[in-house]
């Protein structure tokens, strides 16, 4: 008997991220917006719309697993101090970075931070993206962390596309509280985290853990105020320098660790165990002309789920394209271009605690697809600056 379903698309090549592989002669059946097939063609699945997709790629939506979409301003000029050979480091001593834009964000209402985060958004929907996560981190009171995520929240429903949010509360210490970083905990622990969980308005918390970030022993204290609201925990971790935050994520269960240039061993291991993905953000190498390489063979030995994503952010990565993120990662981390395609999909999906929903293209899960005018997966990891974007497919639509 013939499945009835809402549309199909047929003459594709299946690019499924899953057991299945790589289909040459395959199908997608929809209905509901969820996927109940992705394999061969099987013609007892019909539908009233029925796409024929000429042998082009599909892949999974595309994921941005950690991203500072919503922020004002930018720092251009900075780019320009750092052309003229000050680190990052100096800058943000110097009271630059990250506290520079959060003066930019306080000032902006909610309405302008979406607006600024649109044009953002929408360059990265272009490219096939149908997941993100945005995080706070430039607001650094309450009302400021609490208007960035407010404003992350309604991207959600002024475009097709699934956010998810990060409080990053713990991300830089505002000019107010300089020399007590104890009493900023204190704040974002008994205050703004309370204030962001009651709201509803996190899906996950984060914090910088870095010598111009914060210790691990403060970086606890926040991973302790999330789980008492039920938050998963995330982290910002070895950079720039070694705070063994890695190991720190791993033993509050972390969903992931980002950046982890830094990583050594004992991390790696306690990744594993733990489970934790780690997000590797080649953008921000890259920007800030990094040298240190993460680890990448020891995360594959201990078999570490790898993520790519783009760190969109106005200081250290002003990248809003997944697509080179992907060259970026196999160019300098040297990721293959199937880590890298598993990279922006299901171990994005992963990092975000999405497995269930998104990330393959397997039955059950919601009809997120990219449709790419490319010969082979490879031309979407090897080719910088183009978008060989077709079609892209949210929730089935
Ligand atoms: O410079 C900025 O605006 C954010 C930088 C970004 N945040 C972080 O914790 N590490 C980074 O590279
Ligand atoms: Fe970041």
Redo the contacts with the bound molecule.
Sequence with gaps: SAHRCDRIWTNARLATMAAAGSVERGMIAAKDGRIVHAGPVDTRYDAPELIDCDGRWITPGLIDCHS?LV?AGN?AHEFELRLEGAS?EDI?RGGG??VS?MAATRIADEDTLVAYALERLDTLIAEGMTTIEVKS??GLSTEAEVKMLRAARRLGSERNVRVVTTF?GA??LPPEFSGNADGYIDLVCNDMIPAVAAEGLADAVDA?C?GI?FTPGQVSRVFEAARMHGLPVKL?AE?LSNLHGATLAASFDALSAD?LEHLDAVGIDAMAKAGSVAVL?PG?YYF?RETQLPPVAGLREAGVPIALAT?C?????PLTSLLLTMNMGATLFRLTVEECLAGVTREAARALGLLGETGTLEPGKSCDLAIWDVERPAELVYRMGANPLHARVWKGL
Aim: no cysteine.
């Design positions: 500072h922020h720092r990052y943000a970075g990250i834009t981190g430039y990053l991300h830089a910088f870095e970030g910002h950079q950046h953000l921000a800030t760190d952010n106005p200081g250290t990565s």
